[in-house]
């Protein structure tokens, strides 16, 4: 079940930059490395609900219902654009600044763990992961689909940290450059509008 292309195949799908690694990252630059991983906890828990909903079947309802899945994918992308406000923002949530964020580490995890609930395709996505995995027992399914899922979060919060503190180390190098700094803030605003668009242009097929 836990097999050796199982844990390359998550390594593969955790390891590519998404919304969810560019959080944890802004995070750990302008908040520091226990901020960091509240932020990698927050999107580890944001993929509960979409690992419930493909072994329960809601999956299938989502990818059934053009309405359901455009409901929430708009919704995704309204976030998006908001967290890419916030990094341009004099003062926003997600703006590096001299100075350290003082944001809450509940508030972080709330909003790292809403950028992956308010991504539908990521339901889907579990949905077409974890049955090739399977041993093919009808009566073991679902404890195995739990199993796999949770071994794909504990490698979400394991790498996720990793970039969330490598990100928090590299702070002191940047911090003290105005023009580094309003770079990396158009670049974070630019990456989480090229994801929202992308993620606008994403069917349900």
């Given at each position: 079940?836990?097999?050796?292309?199982?844990?390359?195949?998550?390594?593969?799908?955790?390891?590519?930059?998404?919304?969810?690694?560019?959080?944890?990252?802004?995070?750990?630059?302008?908040?520091?490395?226990?901020?960091?991983?509240?932020?990698?906890?927050?999107?580890?828990?944001?993929?509960?609900?979409?690992?419930?909903?493909?072994?329960?079947?809601?999956?299938?309802?989502?990818?059934?219902?053009?309405?359901?899945?455009?409901?929430?994918?708009?919704?995704?992308?309204?976030?998006?654009?908001?967290?890419?406000y916030q990094a341009v923002k004099e003062g926003g949530t997600l703006s590096l600044r001299a100075e350290r964020n003082t944001s809450s580490g509940w508030a972080i995890g709330?909003r790292a763990a809403l950028i992956n609930i308010l991504n539908p395709k990521l339901s889907l996505f579990f949905l077409a992961l974890l049955p090739p995995f399977l041993s093919?027992?009808?009566?073991?399914?679902?404890?195995?689909?739990?199993?796999?899922?949770?071994?794909?979060?504990?490698?979400?919060?394991?790498?996720?940290?990793?970039?969330?503190?490598?990100?928090?180390?590299?702070?002191?190098?940047?911090?003290?450059?105005?023009?580094?700094?309003?770079?990396?803030?158009?670049?974070?605003?630019?990456?989480?509008?090229?994801?929202?668009?992308?993620?606008?242009?994403?069917?349900?097929?």
């Open positions: 079940m836990i097999s050796l292309q199982f844990l390359i195949t998550t390594l593969v799908v955790v390891l590519a930059p998404g919304t969810g690694v560019i959080y944890t990252l802004a995070i750990g630059l302008g908040q520091g490395p226990r901020n960091a991983i509240w932020a990698a906890a927050g999107c580890t828990l944001g993929i509960v609900p979409h690992l419930l909903a493909a072994i329960f079947g809601l999956a299938a309802i989502l990818h059934s219902s053009a309405v359901l899945f455009s409901l929430i994918k708009w919704v995704g992308v309204a976030y998006l654009l908001y967290l890419a709330r093919g027992a009808a009566e073991t399914a679902t404890l195995e689909m739990l199993t796999l899922g949770g071994v794909f979060m504990a490698a979400t919060f394991v790498i996720f940290v990793l970039y969330g503190l490598f990100a928090a180390q590299t702070r002191r190098l940047i911090m003290a450059n105005d023009r580094v700094l309003r770079w990396l803030n158009r670049s974070i605003a630019s990456v989480f509008a090229l994801l929202a668009g992308r993620l606008a242009l994403e069917q349900n097929t």
